[in-house]
């Protein structure tokens, strides 16, 4: 095979262009915006700052900095500490490490709804009898990765220019966001050659991208060669702003070029629709649990929430890790207690802000699986092999609320399996157990936060099921209030509204317990609703 | 006796498509009744209006003396369906699949169960993801008729299956209606209606265009003819119920003539002398193909040697 394994890349390419660009367009222009509102804020609170204080800008920032260097929970959400005393570096430790995810995010879903998702509904096959060769439809997919991310970066580049950083940073803060965005649609392309199915090699994806943002964060706050490990910690080692380093870009590039290297020669080696892992048979006849409402959807939904909980172990163990660094922040500098004792603190309130952070961020990232749990029945409503089921003798209700009784239980489960993964390993690293009970509660106490989004979640699968993918707005709402709700000075009243982060003080904190209430009740209703809302509609495929 | 299946005057719309408009089904215990009608007609939807599935928005329906939609869950007892597309899950065997439709629904005979996997020569142990379309529709197949059903509805079940395995599904019918159970098939497969069914409705575009016995239904249409008498026959040219009468010669001609009016036509051609006579019965296509006609014209798809395919004003 030689040119010709690329025959009608062209047409591919535009036929991906075509039916993504209202979703590629939203995307690059939401990330963008995020990336573009930074600077407009940041450089608001600073000027008002130095306004107030009679300071400059630049001593403000130097004054911040030094804050921000002993802060672990804000370096474990953001990034490295680098060149915080500049805007353009202080720019990028705000936009930070969860963005880069998003963006990591959005190239894992390019590749696996352009792959894998193609080959499963058959279309891949009209595709590969036209006369297509077998390495086009990557081509062609990596050419729009190509091209998005390359527009993120210029993207990203213009609005840094804009605000006046210098041009040779910038482009490369760009370069280094659009890198980001290729190493994971490079890793992407591998797993869904391995996996037969989109779900099993998206989840592989974000299972990578889960461990790299973690991996990076411990080795963020511990300062050490833990971030080698992770593609975001190599991004962000980029340091434009500082001592820019270049090894990040020559392990980069390097990775993608093997991956896609990989990907290509373990495409000719499976047939259209297989994947490389062979599949078992299965059992002549069921278990008599699964002819059964929530025997059923416990079979369909076990290995998705299993694999949630054992994220959330690890999650919350890579954070428990690093929490004894936290204290030793304080212990190793007798400035920084005065600072914090000054400022009413002690070195446990930093403890118990580091925690508090941490659990609001798993709250944030569980939110995804439970999210992710709820709308089973919308995929097996798509399919058609929930219409099967309901013409079974089996209720509307049971059938629904079996599902919707998996993805409730689900939410403490991820959360106590993160505070558990917390525990153990900030014991094991400071020899021995400090307040788990605290930590435990803390971990519960946001449950009807995931509760309240999964109500949401419900209500609009219930009442019209294209409307039910809005819960992911919702989530997208969620996540930009909690990560970005402070730098952004929205109001109060719209921090209230977020169920994480702003409404749970704990451990440490008074717990407004007004804020639990109100989460249980919209939780409640939403469930309620969306069911007796299920009873009433049509059941369709189309 | 009460139907097995009674609609009338049944609405159904999807936003500004009317996907079912005023549609009449009636099915009598221990039928086998034939659904036919285009693509896009309103089969599936009507199907699915009978399963609960989807919510009238006027008219009435009852299966086997009760509301699909209320009583739904009680009924699934008593029907197997077999939907148009079977979707299986990827993770599930074939045989978990059975067991799971069979025993939410109404039942599974257990020694049923093995004949039909032997009969319809299914491996049972393979998952959902890696089955054939033909296989997919077996696996259903099989749940449906492994139970105690006492009516079935089948959308298009033999789509995918190879002639040996829609053999077996037909026998499979077969025994089903020795045992007093009621069939609702939709079908493009017009040898399986004609060799299961002994009765069929026609619908087109959410209404029922026809509705009765196979006989009945050929009695609507036309037969060919081809006869030659003793006498000149110009003059049948004009009879009542002839048409596209194309003389030959003074002796001979070829005509078409309403199943109605058979008996009159006949007798004025046996006053004529008849040396010869060939004649040909509507085709059970000629007779779908009347009725699936857009706006009752034509089709290019009929037949020219015959006048099967005539216009809607030609019906007696
Ligand atoms: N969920 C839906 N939403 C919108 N329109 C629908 C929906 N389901 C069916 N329709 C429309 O209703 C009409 C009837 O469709 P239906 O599937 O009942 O046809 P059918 O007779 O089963 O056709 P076929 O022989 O192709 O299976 C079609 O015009 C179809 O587009
Ligand atoms: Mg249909």
């Given amino acids: ?542 | 006796m009460t139907a097995a299946i009674h609609v009338e005057d049944l609405v159904k719309t999807f936003g500004p498509v009317r996907a079912l408009d005023g549609l009449d089904l009636r099915v009598e215990p221990g039928q086998v009744m034939g659904f036919l009608g285009p693509n896009g007609s309103g089969k599936s939807t009507t199907i699915r209006v009978l399963m609960g599935l989807l919510r009238r928005d006027a008219g009435q329906a009852t299966v086997l003396g009760q509301d699909p939609w209320h009583d739904a869950v009680e009924l699934h007892r008593r029907i197997a369906y077999v939907p148009g597309d079977v979707n299986l899950w990827p993770g599930l065997s074939g045989g978990e699949i059975i067991d799971l439709l069979g025993r939410l629904g109404p039942g599974l005979d257990q020694g049923r169960r093995a004949e039909m996997i032997e009969r319809f020569d299914l491996d049972p142990t393979k998952k959902g993801r890696t089955y054939s379309k033909g296989n997919r529709q077996k696996v259903a197949l099989i749940a449906a008729l492994s139970g105690h059903a006492e009516l079935f509805v089948f959308d298009e079940p033999t789509s995918g299956l190879d002639p040996l395995m829609e053999t077996v599904f037909q026998e499979a019918v077969g025994e089903m209606l020795s045992e007093g159970k009621t069939v609702l098939l939709s079908s493009h497969i017009l040898a399986e209606v004609e060799s299961l069914c002994d009765q069929v409705t026609i619908i087109r575009e959410g209404r029922t265009v026809e509705a009765g016995t196979l006989a009945e239904l050929r009695h609507l249409t036309r037969t060919s003819v081809d006869v030659t008498t003793t006498r000149p026959l110009a003059a049948m040219g004009a009879v009542d119920g002839v048409s596209d009468f194309l003389a030959h010669d003074e002796h001979r001609a070829t005509f078409a003539v309403a199943n109605a009016d058979l008996p009159v036509v006949m007798s004025r051609l046996a006053g004529l002398g008849i040396e010869a006579i060939e004649s040909q019965p509507p085709t059970l296509e000629e007779l779908f193909m009347r009725h699936y006609a857009v706006d009752g014209s034509d089709r290019s798809a009929a037949p020219p040697d015959t006048a099967a395919a005539g216009s809607a004003g030609d019906r007696p």
């Fill in chain 1, 1 to 542: 095979m030689t040119a010709n394994g690329f025959a009608g890349t062209g047409q591919l390419l535009r036929l991906i262009l075509r039916l993504d660009r209202i979703k590629l367009a939203l995307w690059l222009l939401g990330l963008l915006a995020v990336i573009a509102v930074t600077p407009i804020s940041l450089r608001a609170i600073v000027d008002a700052e130095a306004e107030a204080d009679g300071t400059t800008a630049e001593q403000v920032l130097a004054e911040q900095a030094a804050l921000i260097e002993t802060n672990g929970a804000s370096i474990a959400l953001q990034g490295p500490p680098d060149a915080l005393d500049t805007f353009g570096g202080r720019y990028a430790f705000e936009i930070g490490a969860f963005t880069l995810a998003v963006v990591a995010l959005m190239n894992i879903l390019l590749i696996a709804r352009h792959t894998r998702a193609e080959e499963e509904s058959g279309r891949a096959e009209l595709v590969r009898a036209a006369a297509v060769g077998p390495w086009s439809a990557l081509a062609a997919v990596g050419s729009v990765a190509l091209i998005t991310n390359g527009l993120l970066g210029l993207g990203t580049s213009a609005v840094f220019i804009a605000d006046g950083r210098p041009v040779d940073r910038s482009l490369l803060y760009g370069a280094s966001v659009a890198l980001c965005g290729l190493l994971f649609a490079a890793l992407s392309l591998i797993w869904v050659q391995v996996f037969e199915y989109g779900r099993a090699a998206t989840g592989m994806s974000l299972a990578v991208l889960g461990a790299s943002f973690a991996l990076r964060a411990v080795g963020d706050v511990q300062d050490n060669w833990l971030i080698l490990l992770s593609p975001l910690g190599w991004v962000q080692a980029v340091d434009a702003f500082g001592d820019p380093a270049v090894w990040p870009f020559v392990l980069s590039l390097a990775a993608v070029v093997v991956t896609v290297a990989v990907a290509i020669a373990l495409v000719v080696r499976r047939d259209v629709g297989a994947g490389l892992i062979e599949q078992r048979p299965g059992p002549p006849q069921a278990d008599p649990t699964l002819p059964h409402p929530l025997g059923l959807a416990w079979r369909l939904q076990r290995s998705t929430l299993l694999w949630w909980t054992v994220g959330a172990v690890a999650l919350g163990a890579l954070y428990g890790s690093v929490i004894s660094s936290i204290d030793d922040f304080v212990e190793d500098s007798e400035a920084m207690r005065e600072v914090l004792e000054g400022l009413g603190m002690s070195g446990d309130a930093l403890r118990d802000g580091f925690i508090t952070v941490i659990l609001s961020l798993i709250a944030l990232i569980t939110t995804a699986g439970v999210i992710q749990s709820l709308l089973r029945p919308r995929s097996e409503e798509v399919s058609g092999r929930a219409e099967a089921v309901l013409a079974c003798s089996i209720s509307r209700r049971a059938w629904l609320g079996s599902h919707v009784l998996l993805s409730l239980a689900a939410a403490p489960s991820f959360m106590l399996a993160a505070a558990v993964g917390l525990s153990i390993t900030d014991a094991l690293v400071a020899g021995g157990f400090t307040d788990v009970g605290a930590t435990l509660a803390a971990a519960l106490v946001r449950v009807p936060a995931l509760w309240a989004v999964a109500g949401i979640g419900v209500l609009l699968y219930g009442w019209v099921r294209r409307f039910s993918l809005g819960v992911w707005a919702v989530f997208a709402g969620v996540a930009i209030v909690f990560l970005f709700g402070d730098l952004l000075r929205l109001p109060d009243a719209v921090l209230n509204l977020s169920p994480i982060g702003h409404v749970t003080h704990l451990p440490g904190g008074d717990q407004g317990w007004l804020s639990v209430v109100v989460l249980c009740g919209v939780a409640l209703l939403g469930w309620a609703a969306g069911i007796a809302l299920f009873d009433r509609r049509d059941i369709t495929d189309a």
